[in-house]
T-cell receptor, first 114, second 112 residues
């Protein structure tokens, strides 16, 4: 069964350092999402891509977060500088174009900022 | 911001019993989805119900949607210990880009 690949699985970083997460969606899925999930809460959307274009980044803290999806395939989410409050699970998901489909999520990256 | 609100926040039952979780939301939707998340893992899609549907089944899962009350319920019948997980409802908005807004989830524990 096709999967959404994410790496690393776990990341510990010091405050003010830069950190990056990678996501490879299911082949052929045009839409890619990055969500952040704080422990005990539901995922919150950070950024949505349609192919290589950003469709929604209204909740992305743009002073420190950036995301790209060059060539419309895999994607990288970066935080610079990391803050203590960024500690969370970062989840990537993908879905087919246009129609409402269920999302396929990756296993996530657990970030701890110390 | 989170649109869906699951109820209860936590639920503990015995194996074999049925589990019912509810979700309320605030704005108009075109679909509602339920996901399961095992501890420390990604979310798994369970079922999608469109705004013009009232009930949907998938195996031991039954989902209902009442758009007039802006609410949905997920019923898991004959629960198993392996059903222990957090369950989230997510709403898909009408028009524009298709994105899901998740609730805070219900933590279900099924005791053997």
């Amino acid at each position: 069964e096709a999967e959404v690949a994410q790496s690393p699985r776990y990341k510990i970083t010091e405050k003010s350092q830069a950190v990056a997460f990678w996501c490879d969606p299911i082949s052929g899925h045009a839409t890619l999402y990055w969500y952040r999930q704080i422990l005990g809460q539901g995922p919150e959307l950070l950024v949505q891509f349609q192919d290589e274009s950003v469709v929604d980044d209204s909740q992305l803290p743009k002073d420190r977060f950036s995301a790209e999806r060059l060539k419309g395939v895999d994607s990288t989410l970066k935080i610079q500088p990391a803050e203590l409050g960024d500690s969370a699970m970062y989840l990537c998901a993908s879905s087919p174009r246009r129609l409402p489909y269920g999302y396929t999520f990756g296993s996530g990256t657990r970030l701890t900022v110390v | 911001s989170q649109q869906g609100e699951e109820d209860p926040q936590a639920l503990s039952i015995q194996e074999g019993e049925n589990a019912t979780m509810n979700c309320s939301y605030k704005t108009s939707i075109n679909n509602l989805q339920w996901y399961r998340q095992n501890s420390g893992r990604g979310l798994v899609h369970l079922i999608l119900i469109r705004s013009n549907e009232r009930e949907k089944h998938s195996g031991r899962l039954r989902v209902t949607l009442d758009t007039s009350k802006k609410s949905s319920s997920l019923l898991i019948t004959a629960s198993r210990a392996a059903d222990t997980a957090s369950y989230f409802c997510a709403t898909g908005t009408q028009g524009g880009s298709e994105k899901l807004v998740f609730g805070k989830g219900t933590k279900l524990t099924v005791n053997p």
